[in-house]
C-alpha cells in the first residue's frame, strides 16, 4: 500500500470554502433545493472533476463523482454525506464527511494511484429536514424507500418533490433507478452532535449503531378553569400532569442509565391551553423524541410512554386523550467487517478511539439497508449542533479524514479477494 | 321596615337584556372602552333613570346612580359592579352585581319608599383586564389607587387611559376628584367564579376576605442541544426543571390543604425554547399566580416559590435566571359589621349559607380601601366562569338579589342612627 497521506490543510481549506457558500443574512445555511444549494454543488462538482472524478446527478437527485478502480471489479466503495444545512446550521453537519471523500480522491490522484474497487464520492440530497416535510430523500433513493406517496408530497409553493427533483438535475428516468445494489461498502464521516468524544478527549468514534426514533403524540385534557377559584381537589390541571408525566420519564431513563441497548428520551415539546397565567391549564399537548439502537426496545419504550402517561393523566385527574406515534424509524447496525477497519486504521495512526452510538439519523441508515455501512465520528465542541457555533478543529478533523482514508485503503484491498 | 320584595323575573329579565348587548361575533363580550361597552352603559343610564336614580360618571370613569335619602344623612350606601366583560367572556361575571342594584332601586320606587341614606347603584370601570394592561380602573379611581403613571399608560393605538377617562365620560376634573369618603358601606354581589357553592349546595356565600395576588414570573436558562446525541448526564434540560417546580409546589399546596391562611397557587402559563421536537428544551419561562387572604402567607409563598424554583433549577443543573414579582394586589377583609348584615339577611330568608374567601379579585377589594365593604356570592355553575358558559339560575339569582336587599335595609336602618 503507497503510503500516501491526506492533506489536512487542503480538506480544512475546502470546508470552509463549501460553508462560505451560506445565504448571507443566516450563516449558516444552504438548504436543499434552494439557489444556494445548487451553488455548493456547482462548487462540489468543479472540484470533484479536478481530482479526476466524473460527475453525474442520479435519479435520486445525489450529487456523485467516480473514479474507476484499477481492476474490474463490479462493485463500487462509496464515501460521502450531504451538503444541504438546516436552517442558521454550522459548518460542519454534513459537508465534512462529502469533502472527506474529495480529499480522498485528491489524495489518490497525487498519489497517481486508484483503488482496486471503483470509488464514489457522494453527496446525498436533502438529509436535513426541508420544504417537503421529508428528510434523507437522497439515501432513501438510493436505497429503494422512497415511495410513490413521498414523491407526490408537495412544498407550500405546491411543487412536488418529483418535481423538485427534477428541478435539481435528478432528470425523468424512474426515482428507483436510483436503487443500488452494486455497493461493497459505504463509509460516511461526520461530526459527533455531541459531547462524548470532546469529553472523554477521543480522537474518534466509531459508530456501532444509528438509533431508531419514534415520535410520540401526547395530549392531556383537563378543565380550564379560575386559578383563584378552583379549590385544589377539584382542579383538573393539564400542566400538573404533564410535569408528572415528565419527571417519571426522567426517571425511568436514569433508571437503565449506561445500561444496554442504548434508550434517551425527550419532552422538546410543550404547548399548553388557554396558557394564560390566571387560568388553570386545560389543555397540554407534548412530543416525545424517543430513540433506542434496538428495535425492540423502541417498541417497548413506546408501551411505557404510553403507560407513564396514563398514570400522570390518572394522578391529576385528567384524561389521556392522545398517545400515538407521529413517526417512526428504525435502528440500522453498522457493518462489522467495516467497522474492524477503521478500528484497526484508527489503532494503526496511533489515535485515541471508542464505539459509539449515533443518536442522530444519517443518511448511513439508509444505506445500510442495501450495502455495508460505516460511520466515522469526529468530535464537536460542547456537542453543539445544528448550531452557528457548530465546531471542530482543523486537526480533528484531519484525524477523522485520515482512519477514513486509511480504512477504505484497507476495505480496499481485502474485499472481493479472489479466494484460493 | 317595609315587606317590599324584589321581583325575580324583572331583574333576569335586565341581566338577559345588557348581556345579549355583546360582540355578535363572540358572545359574551363588552370591552371595557369599546363601542359596545358605552351601548350597554347607555342602557343601563336609561334604566337608573326610569327607576328615579339620578344618573352621573365620575372621574374616574364610573357610572353613578344616585337616589337621595329619606334622612339628611352624609353618608351613602353603595350598591354595584362592573358591566365590562372579558373577551368572550359569561352574563353573570360583573353585571349581575349592577343588576341587584339596579333591581333594588326598582324594588324602592315600587315599594315608593327610599333608604334613610342616599343610595347609589354603581357600574365601575374597567375591572376586567382591558387594552391598558391596567384591571379595576374604576375602583382605583374611587379608592385613590389610581396614580399619574397608571393614566399615562396608552393603548396599543398610543390613546393614553387619561384621554380613555375622558371619552367614557369622565369629563376633565382631576382624577382625584373621584375620591370617595362619604361611603358609609359598599355591597357587592358577585357570581362565585368557582364550584364551593354548588357543590356543597348553598345559596349564597359570605365573603370574608378578598385574596391578594402576587404574580412571579420563573425562567429556566439550561442548554438547547440535539435530543439524540446528549447523554443524560450532561443534560441541562430547562422543562424537566419546570417539571419538577410544578409538581413540588403542587405538593407544597398539598401539604396545607383546608389549613388557615387559605392560599393557592397555580402555574398557568409555559413557554420553552426552542420547543421543537428532537431538541432539548434550553430555557422555560413559567407564570406563578400566587393568591392568600393573608398578607403574611403572600410574602412567606414568595420565598417558597422561590426556594423550590432554585431547589428545582439546582437538581437538573440548570440556572434560575429569574424570580421576579411581575405584579402584586394586597388581601381586602370584608367589614364585619356589613357581613353580619348578610348573613342575618340570608338566615331570615331561611338561605342556606357559607362564609368564603373569594379567590378573585373584585372592585371591592379597592372599596374596602376608603369604606366598610362586603361581598355575596351567588352559586356558578360547575364553578365556570370567564366562559360563554357561565351559568347561574334565575332562583339562585333571585335569592342573592333578595339577600343583598334585605341586608342593605338592616344596615340602613341602623347605621348612622344617633346615640341617645
Given at each position: 500500500m503507497v503510503e500516501a497521506r491526506i492533506n489536512e490543510s487542503r480538506c480544512w481549506g475546502w470546508l470552509m470554502q463549501l460553508a462560505e457558500l451560506t445565504d448571507p443574512e443566516r450563516p449558516w445555511t444552504r438548504r436543499a433545493f434552494s439557489d444556494r444549494h445548487a451553488e455548493g454543488r456547482q462548487w462540489l462538482a468543479a472540484r470533484m472533476r479536478e481530482v479526476g472524478l466524473t460527475t453525474s446527478i442520479d435519479a435520486a437527485g445525489n450529487l456523485i463523482g467516480r473514479l474507476p478502480g484499477?481492476?474490474?471489479?463490479p462493485r463500487t466503495v462509496m464515501v460521502g454525506s450531504h451538503s444541504d444545512t438546516v436552517?442558521?446550521?454550522?459548518?460542519?453537519?454534513?459537508i465534512a464527511g462529502v469533502i472527506a471523500g474529495l480529499e480522498i480522491a485528491a489524495t489518490l490522484k497525487e498519489g497517481a494511484t486508484r483503488l482496486r474497487h471503483p470509488l464514489e464520492v457522494v453527496d446525498f440530497l436533502a438529509e436535513e429536514p426541508n420544504e417537503f416535510g421529508l428528510s434523507c430523500i437522497g439515501s432513501r433513493g438510493m436505497a429503494g424507500a422512497l415511495d410513490e406517496s413521498m414523491l407526490a408530497r408537495t412544498n407550500p409553493a405546491g411543487v412536488s418533490l418529483r418535481e423538485g427533483l427534477v428541478a435539481v438535475g435528478?432528470?425523468?428516468?424512474?426515482?428507483?433507478?436510483?436503487?443500488?445494489?452494486?455497493?461493497a461498502g459505504f463509509f460516511e464521516l461526520h461530526i459527533?452532535?455531541?459531547?462524548v468524544l470532546e469529553q472523554e478527549q477521543r480522537d474518534v468514534g466509531i459508530v456501532t449503531h444509528i438509533v431508531g426514533i419514534r415520535r410520540l403524540a401526547v395530549i392531556f385534557e383537563g378543565q380550564a378553569s379560575h386559578a383563584g377559584t378552583t379549590p385544589l381537589g377539584l382542579r383538573r390541571d393539564a400542566l400538573v400532569a404533564s410535569a408528572r408525566f415528565v419527571m417519571d420519564l426522567r426517571q425511568s431513563l436514569e433508571d437503565i442509565r449506561?445500561?444496554?441497548p442504548f434508550v434517551i428520551a425527550t419532552v422538546g415539546e410543550i404547548h399548553i391551553a388557554p396558557?394564560?397565567?390566571?387560568v388553570i391549564p386545560g389543555q397540554a399537548k407534548l412530543t416525545v423524541d424517543l430513540r433506542s439502537d434496538n428495535a425492540a426496545a423502541l417498541g417497548a419504550w413506546t408501551d411505557r410512554v404510553r403507560a407513564l402517561a396514563g398514570a400522570a393523566a390518572a394522578a391529576a385527574n385528567v384524561r389521556l386523550s392522545e398517545c400515538r406515534v407521529l413517526s417512526a424509524s428504525e435502528p440500522a447496525a453498522c457493518a462489522p467487517d467495516l467497522a474492524i477497519q477503521l478500528r484497526a486504521a484508527a489503532e494503526e495512526l496511533g489515535l485515541k478511539q471508542r464505539d459509539i452510538v449515533s443518536g442522530a439519523g444519517h443518511d448511513a441508515a439508509f444505506l445500510a439497508r442495501v450495502a455495508p455501512s460505516a460511520m466515522l465520528f469526529v468530535p464537536s465542541r460542547g456537542g453543539?449542533?445544528?448550531?452557528?457555533?457548530e465546531w471542530t478543529e482543523p486537526a480533528e478533523l484531519g484525524k477523522g479524514v485520515a482512519t477514513l482514508f486509511r480504512a477504505v485503503r484497507r476495505f480496499d484491498s481485502e474485499c472481493d479477494r479472489a479466494r484460493d
Open positions: 484499477s481492476e474490474p471489479l436552517a442558521g446550521g454550522g459548518r460542519f453537519d454534513g435528478a432528470g425523468t428516468a424512474p426515482h428507483d433507478a436510483a436503487i443500488r445494489h452494486d455497493i459527533e452532535q455531541g459531547p449506561d445500561r444496554q396558557n394564560a397565567p390566571n453543539l449542533s445544528h448550531s452557528a457555533e
